[in-house]
């Protein structure tokens, strides 16, 4: 589960780890008064607003309005996702600004043209930048333990130095029988060229960053940049925060963090009845029973000329009605263009998975190709009850006849 940019700062001021002082609107006129009040007058000349969104690049992210789909201008230029205020009576240009971009959409390198549209802001003060960096902890499943990472290069995707200057990355494997150690926070502050006061400030940070991840039950945290200020401060002077969901049982309050605007319809529809489901951009909907078999039958579709249109594992338990539900929000995907059932009957059975694809097809309108390949505790009976069904399925016996029978959906289009 991912949350926004002011709410990861807010649970790391639970653990001492320093961000800069900011307050969260969600209309223009709040954003106005409360500059003015808590940043303006208090002698504060440098205010940065940043769009809350769950996507990076918000920075290059252009703002488009979302009735006539055109860039915004303000000031004489296309607004931006995050922009920095420094002349003039700032907290009429924040208004402006934000009066520009709220209910607006943002479209990053990471949310694609279709954009995202931004409901909150975030006010916060500048700061003097030495110099910026880039600090993330996450699981590394190779080895099956928390890494550290952090590299000079903040400020940049990762990804992109990951690819161009992997020497660059410093990583430090946390052992969870001791845990993280003091040696390694003094590692990587050597590491990064640090020394005197901004090698203490790194350390502490580190420190309380990885305490927080962990008692938190973070999947990932990603400050980028962490800055060194011109006091030689660190601080986050950005945050990316996601949860493993396996754990929210552990943390209901974190729960109440979720956004789901934010999140993909289908993918929101499909957890109020458990389902594994991921929405892809590609025009083949499958639905699977475990995991491994789902990706094996993604890989079969795109080696049959297709494009994998989601992963949905129905899981071990499927019945009717969870089976109806899933092929429902699977066909909702208007990219769809053929469906593909690869289901093997270990602990569900066949024939009740067939029930569930004739209860569904009873109440959804179909007119694409559905290709069922069905195999293990009662097929048999599954595949009469699909030929008594009237309904125009094209049944695969194997594996093999599966992809041959995708393939022939798109050679004949």
Do not use: W
Not at 112 to 117: H, R
Not at 145 to 155: C, F, I, L
Not at 358 to 364: D, G, P
């Amino acid at each position: 589960m991912k949350i926004h940019e002011y709410q990861a700062k807010e649970l790391l001021r639970h653990y001492n780890v320093p961000t800069l002082r900011g307050e969260v609107v969600d209309n223009s006129t709040d954003a106005g008064r409360i500059t003015y009040e808590n940043f303006e007058a208090l002698g504060i000349t440098t205010i940065v607003l940043k769009a809350q969104i769950h996507a990076g690049g918000r920075g290059k992210g252009t703002v488009i309005n979302a009735e006539t789909g055109k860039p915004v201008e303000l000031f004489g230029k296309e607004v931006r996702g995050v922009t920095i205020i420094r002349e003039g009576n700032i907290s009429d240009k924040v208004y402006q600004l934000s009066n520009a971009i709220l209910g607006n959409k943002l479209v990053t390198i990471q949310t694609g043209e279709a954009g995202s549209i931004v409901k909150k802001m975030l006010i916060e003060e500048g700061v003097g930048i030495e110099k910026e960096f880039y600090a993330g902890i996450t699981l590394d499943r190779q080895t099956g333990r928390n890494v550290v990472m952090v590299s000079t290069e903040g400020g940049v995707e990762i990804e992109k130095v990951a690819e161009e200057t992997p020497e660059k990355i410093l990583k430090e494997t946390i052992d969870p029988a001791i845990g993280f150690q003091a040696y390694q926070a003094r590692t990587l502050a050597f590491g990064l060229g640090l020394s005197g006061v901004a090698y203490n400030s790194f350390v502490s940070f580190i420190t309380k960053l990885i305490y927080a991840y962990e008692d938190l039950d973070c999947s990932l945290v990603e400050i980028n940049p962490l800055v060194l200020t011109t006091d030689s401060k660190m601080l986050a002077l950005d945050c990316k925060m996601t949860f493993d969901e396996n754990a929210l049982y552990r943390h209901p309050e974190l729960a109440l963090l979720r956004d789901i605007d934010e999140e993909d319809p289908l993918e929101v529809e499909a957890s109020k009845y458990n389902l594994n489901y991921i929405k892809l951009d590609g025009n083949v909907g499958c639905m699977v029973n475990g995991a491994g078999l789902a990706m094996a039958t993604m890989d079969l579709i795109q080696l049959s000329g297709g494009k994998p249109a989601n992963f949905l594992d129905v899981g071990g338990g499927a019945n009717p009605e969870r089976i109806a539900n899933a092929f429902r929000i699977m066909m909702s995907d208007p990219n769809v263009e053929a469906v593909l059932i690869n289901i093997f009957g270990g602990i569900v059975r066949c024939d009740k998975v067939a029930e569930g694809i004739i209860t569904a097809l009873q109440t959804i309108e179909v007119n694409l190709p559905v290709i069922i390949r069905l195999d293990g505790t009662n097929a048999e009976e599954a595949a009469v009850m699909l030929k008594n069904s009237t309904m125009k399925f094209k049944v695969a016996m194997n594996f093999e006849e599966a992809a041959k029978l995708v393939n022939e959906v798109f050679q004949n289009k």
